[in-house]
């Protein structure tokens, strides 16, 4: 089984990716997180105009079995959530690096992403 | 606590399984997506491990009255061939636990009892034992460890099962599609003894086969290889939970305990008060002429929600909404495409129809209670 982990995207050790352009971050679950989940069927995003802090559990992501916490990888505003996930959340499963994103982050913080992961770092601890 | 492991269990690591801790037990959850599986089992057919289940045989000349005694439904309308559900309750009418009930023959009976209930079960049944008057005409032997079992499941399994067992069963020669619903035969495969009843726990047509655990491992296989081209998929215990939740099918642990009577349960129909005494019949039989405090309903979410989980509150809803119950099951329905539930609330919100609210997460999401089953089959299947 091949998972993508895309070269152009930095990643959280909680499973979430980043595309950072400028000060804007697209926030959403790896596509590792999404085979660990299975079929996703729900998820809850934070509202538009929420600040979050990176760490923070801010939006939770329901399979058929259980209920999982997502984090902010990065600081800032919620600027806009995926209505296109909150109609249909299986795609999460179907496009997790692309289609399937979550939010998009106004960071307050940029210099945080420093910390994240690069993608060889994210295939050393998933193991892949 | 180390966790047991199945006859079947390098089948499930071979097929790729994923593998989950369940009552003591390492079990498959999945093979491929619970959803696929779920699909598998309304549309075609699914095959499930159900080897952790605990297999007891009793036996012997008063073997039918004691278990009479013992169990809530009427054993004494049983003749060979004919398997029944039936309840082993506590005195206070509590359940210890729910099984199944296969007539083999007039003085030997098998029960098919949870896994996770195997130990307090025989404790219980010992205890009934060691006070019933004719004792010394009843045998009882928990052979859980020697058996394996699968259920086959779905509307299209009728079409390929009986080239499983070439010849016809030695109790009712009949042939396993001959077997109506709740009917059990014995037959013969790779030269071994295999039951099969004509039931389930996902709300289709199936079968459950009980053979030795060292031939269960055949059973498996060869079950995968007739049903292929009739769609038959290996389907892991997350579908089992989906499919029984969507058929209202309780689960020991969640709709069932010890503090829960058959009658709260809404299992009365498997309680038999004319049948003379029995453990627990006391109660029911008040429970029955009185009515209950509260009752186990079936839910279904109104509006798209986060789905419904055990142990999430319920709430009537209205201007003066309170707290109610909680849910003892709780799924996202795959066949309806919305959140699903089992619980137990106050006899006065029991009614179809009534709106509740389901806590998620602190927020409350409407609900509404309706009919059992959530999910019921279309008729022209058989």
Redesign the interface.
């Known amino acids: 089984m091949s998972t993508q982990i895309p070269a152009d995207l930095k990643y959280a050790k909680s499973h979430e990716w980043s595309r950072i352009v400028g000060d804007i971050a697209t926030v959403g679950i790896t596509d590792h997180a999404q085979h660990e989940l299975?079929?996703i069927?729900?998820v809850?995003f934070p509202a538009v105009g929420s600040v979050v802090k990176a760490g923070e559990a801010c939006a939770?992501v329901?399979?058929?079995?259980t209920?999982s916490d997502i984090y902010a990888p990065l600081s800032g505003e919620i600027v806009e959530v995926n209505k296109s996930v909150t109609d249909n959340p299986a795609l999460v499963n179907t496009e997790p690096d692309t289609g399937g994103w979550f939010f998009k982050l106004k960071l307050s913080a940029p210099a945080e992403a420093a910390q994240l992961l690069s993608a060889d770092q994210y295939r050393q601890q998933i193991g892949g | 606590m180390t966790l047991q492991r199945t006859p079947l269990y390098a089948a499930h690591e071979r097929l790729g399984a994923r593998l989950v801790e369940f009552g003591g037990w390492e079990m498959p959850v999945q093979y491929t997506s619970i959803m696929d599986e779920h699909q598998a089992v309304r549309t075609a057919g699914g095959l499930f491990d159900i080897s952790h289940m605990g297999e007891v045989w009793v036996t012997g000349a008063e073997a039918a009255n004691f278990l009479n005694a013992t169990l809530t439904n009427n054993v004494a309308k049983l003749v060979p061939g004919q398997a029944q559900y039936s309840l082993l309750c506590n005195e206070r009418g509590g359940v210890v636990d729910d099984l199944y009930l296969y007539c083999v023959g007039k003085e030997t009976f098998l029960l098919i009892i949870n896994a996770s209930r195997i130990e307090a079960d025989m404790e219980w049944l010992r205890a009934r034992h060691a006070v019933f008057a004719k004792r010394d005409a009843v045998l009882m032997s928990n052979v859980s460890a020697e058996y394996g079992a699968v259920a086959v499941q779905g509307p299209r399994v009728a079409e390929f099962i009986d080239q499983m067992f070439p010849a016809t069963g030695t109790i009712k020669a009949a042939r396993p599609t001959q077997l109506l619903k709740n009917e059990v035969d014995l037959f013969n495969f790779g030269g071994r003894d295999a039951f099969v009843a004509r039931t389930g726990y996902t709300g289709e047509d199936g079968f459950e086969i009980v053979t030795s655990a060292e031939n269960i491992e055949a059973v498996w296989n060869r079950l995968l290889e007739v049903g292929q081209p009739f769609g038959l998929k290996p389907a892991g215990l997350g579908a089992r939970d989906t499919l029984r939740t969507e058929a209202c099918l309780p689960l020991y642990g969640h709709e069932l305990d010890e503090t829960t009577t058959p009658i709260e349960a809404g299992l009365g129909f498997f309680v038999a008060l004319d049948k003379g005494d029995f453990t627990g019949r006391s109660v029911l039989a008040e429970q029955k002429t009185n009515g209950v405090s509260r009752k186990c309903v079936a839910f279904k979410m109104t509006e798209k929600s986060a789905p419904p989980r055990p142990h999430y509150p319920i709430w009537s809803a209205g201007p003066d909404a309170k707290k109610i119950g909680e849910a003892a099951s709780g799924t996202q329905s795959p066949s309806l495409n919305i959140g699903i539930g089992l619980g137990y609330v106050p006899t006065e919100f029991a009614q179809p129809e009534t709106p509740i609210e389901i806590e998620i997460r602190g927020r409350r999401s409407p609900a509404v209670i309706v009919r059992k089953p959530i999910y019921k089959r279309k008729p022209e299947q058989t």
Do not use: N
């Open positions: 299975t079929d069927v729900f809850e939770v329901e399979s058929v079995k209920a």
